[in-house]
């Protein structure tokens, strides 16, 4: 997707941000920006995904604990390139939805326990205006490292790739939350790895659809290791 290309940017409307949640986005995101400065960096990218992006949209998937750095690989990696995040509708979820604008991404608020249809209506009309979709199948409340299938139903929907992506720290906090959420230290060394492309057929059957669930599950196992 060209950064050229113009897209449709319309989102509901919410009402403003609590002066507190405007503050928490601006701070947490200068924090992120300014570790994200002091990362030593690796990629691999077999596929070329990021690399060599394709021409189209791609569902980009990882894992919630790994959330703190993505805005950042995206926007370092995909610099002309668009993301719609798909977003709890909880409280917690209006505070990411603050960090994340200000990476320029635009949010989908919605989970399976609310706004669950409205935001797969949302986040598929977006995809198809060519924005990528950025999905954590584990959250927002887990089991940790289980993908639940809403990402491979929209993969079979919009008929466009699963882009697995995962991180792996050399050094890093992790919180005492139900997923470990995981904050990088300064300098240390941050690998960023891609694995290829998963399709989901347009015709797959519960079968075909939990076979996929359990190839991504996998592969993002895989590249957190």
Known sequence: ??????????????PAPSVLYFLFGWLLHVLVSVIGGTLRWRMEDPAGLFTNPPNHPFLLAFWHNRLFLVP????????KRTMAALVSASKDGEKLEQVLTR??????????????????????????QGYDAGITPDGPRGPKYRVQPGVIGLAQLTQNPIAPLSCVLSRKITLKSWDNFMIPLPFSRCVVRLGQPIYVPAGADDAVRENKRLELERVLQALSE
């Open 72 to 79: 950042y690989i995206y926007r370092k990696y995909c610099p």
């Open 103 to 128: 990476f320029n991404m635009v949010c989908v608020r919605g989970s399976t326990s609310r706004r669950g249809p409205q935001a797969m209506r949302e986040v598929t009309r977006l995809i198809r």
């Open 1 to 14: 997707m060209d950064n050229g290309q113009k897209l449709d940017s319309s989102a509901p409307h919410r």
